[in-house]
Structure formats: structure tokens, C-alpha cells
């Protein structure tokens, strides 16, 4: 009893930890923007940031916690943008509100995307391994494609669809596109901003957290560990998986809300929301360390900026920026490495117990 009450004790200090790292770099972020110290490049970074912190958070509850590999997350990321910018546009002059509109494009983004992960969920969680991540791939991509061939007007005489052929809506003079194809959706107003980043983060953090340390979490991570011991004890594999599949793809959704209310025009582009988007979500995850949003959190933050900053040096940016990536893996993976951290965190302890006494 004891033993699980001072786990508690240590888990919930642990996740007390990363939102204080959270609130502490929102404030010195915020100190340096109202001083004038931080440069237009790293103002137009944050939001980003925001994103692809976000985005690595609800993939490590797949990868880290569920044990999938999946490399569709950026497909449910474009089901939250366009449905969220589509939203916007409707209510735009209805709403006069921008708060509110955020917010209710935020909830119609985050539910489009839990739905899309619930139905591709049902059938795709049945699959392991190479199989799910070949099925998601293919669930990003076809996303992907269908919005690029998909055109929405509206006029005084209603909406207007089609598809593949934009050319064969004849919209009136005061119409507007709503989805033109290829194009996207454009003057979609600007409402993400920093706080709302991080609001979203701590909430994000807040919701995988209590998933985690709950009793359904509990039986994802014996899943994770165990498939036949945890199905031989009466857990419903099926409906666990599924929903920590739900919750990414809605917090993943919730990213993709940000993404494109930070841009006057979203299109899915393979940029944007192809492949190497989910990759690169994806290594965030795994340099950062599986099942640990702590290290998705640094990692998401720390690559996003390099290129960035390294710009400067453009001979030798990605050079630099592939050092780097392999010094974090070994770091996180390398046996010698782990055996090295966890002996510093053993001489720490025993050097801050002396002090204490």
C-alpha cells in the first residue's frame, strides 16, 4: 500500500514537473516578446512549435503507450484543419466573437478527427506492426487526396459540390469558395496564437496523463506489454486500443485546428500533411523516448528550432542538425548511455538525501 501510494506521489510530481516546464518557457517566451529581445523569425516559430508539440504528444500515446506504429498522423491533423477552417468560414460573419470561434472551431476540428480515428480505428486495430502502419499511411495519404479533388461553393442559391472539376459550379457573383481543390481554403481568419498553443499543450497533457495513470490505462500499457496475458485476464483488447487511438487522432486533430488558423490559406500539400510530416512527428517521438511526453516535448521543441537557428550556417545546417539526431538516439537508446543516466540519477538522490540530513 505504501509502495503504491509513494508511486502516486512520484507520478504526480513527475507530471507537476512537465507543466511547470511548460508555464516556465510560455513566461520567459512572453518576458522576451514584450521586450523586444526575440527576433520575427522565432515570433513566427511559435505557433509551430505549439503544433508539432502537440502532434508529438497524441502520437506517443499510440507508439509509446499502445506500442503501434502508426504513420498516419498527419492525415488526422488534416481532417482537424479543414474541418475547423471549413467551420470558420461558415460562422465568420455570424460569430462576431473571434474567441468563441476559435473555440468552436477547435471543438468541431478535435470531434472530426476522433471520428476519423474511431472508423479507421475499427477495422485498422486489428492489423500489427508492418501491416497498421502500411493501413495508416495509406488512411494520411487518401485524406490527403480526396480534400485536393474536393470543391464547396456557396451562393445565394445554396452550396455548391463537386468533384475533380471545379469549373462545373456556376457560382454567382457573391458567391465564395468554401473548398477550392487544390487551392484549399483560403482567408481563413487568423485566430491561434501562443497562449492558445499552450493552452492547448497543458490541456493535451492534462488529458494523456489522466489516460495514462487510469485504470484504462493501465490495461493499454498490459496490452502493450502482454497481448495474450492481458486478453487471458478478461481485457477487451479491442476497445482499449481503439480508444487510445481516438484520443492521439482527437488531440492530433486539435494541432491541426492551430496549424490552420495560423495561415490565411491551408492545402493539403504532401508539405504540409504527407508523409514526411507524419515521419517527422514521428521522430520527435522516438528521440524524444517512447512513452515519455517529457522527452516528445523537448524533442518536438529543440528539432523544430534547429534548422532554423543553424540557417545561418546554410553549408553546413543539415549537417549539424544530423549530429544531432544521432547524438539524442544514442543518448536515449544507447545501453552505455541509459546505464550512465541511471547512475547519475542514483548519485544525485544519495547526494540530495546527505544535504537533507
Partial sequence: MADM?????KTTKNNMINYGIVIVLFVIVQALSSTGNLSRLLMGLLVPLCVYTIASVSLNLVVGFSGEL???????????????????????????????????ALLVGTAMAAFFGFLIGIPVLRL?????????????EIIKNIINVLYIAKDGSGFHFAISNGNAIDLADDGVWLINGAKGIAKIPHLSSFTAGVILILISLFVVYNLVNSRSGRAIMAIR?????????????????????????????????????????????????GYNMSIMILVFVVLGGMGNFRGSIIAAVLLTLLPEV?????????LIYSIVL????????????????????????????????
Fill in 128 to 140: 500489427r506492426g508492418d501491416y497498421l502502419a502500411i493501413v495508416t499511411l495509406a488512411f494520411g
Fill in 225 to 273: 506489454d502482454n497481448r495474450i496475458a492481458a486478453e487471458s485476464v478478461g481485457i477487451n483488447i479491442t476497445k482499449f486500443k481503439l480508444m487510445a487511438f481516438t484520443i492521439s487522432a482527437a488531440i492530433a486533430g486539435a494541432g491541426g485546428v492551430l496549424y490552420a488558423h495560423n495561415l490565411s490559406t491551408v492545402t493539403a500539400t504532401p508539405a504540409n500533411f
Fill in 310 to 318: 543553424l540557417r545561418g550556417l546554410s553549408d553546413y545546417r543539415m
Fill in 70 to 104: 502508426s504513420l498516419g498522423h498527419a492525415g488526422f491533423m488534416c481532417v482537424g484543419a479543414f474541418s475547423s477552417a471549413f467551420c470558420t468560414k461558415m460562422l465568420e460573419g455570424v460569430i462576431g466573437s473571434q474567441i468563441v470561434l476559435f473555440i468552436i
Fill in 5 to 9: 501510494k509513494n508511486m502516486k506521489n
Fill in 326 to 357: 544521432i547524438v539524442m538516439m544514442l543518448f536515449n537508446w544507447a545501453p552505455k548511455c541509459i546505464e550512465w543516466r541511471q547512475k547519475m540519477a542514483q548519485k544525485f538522490r544519495k547526494n540530495t538525501k546527505k544535504e537533507a540530513v
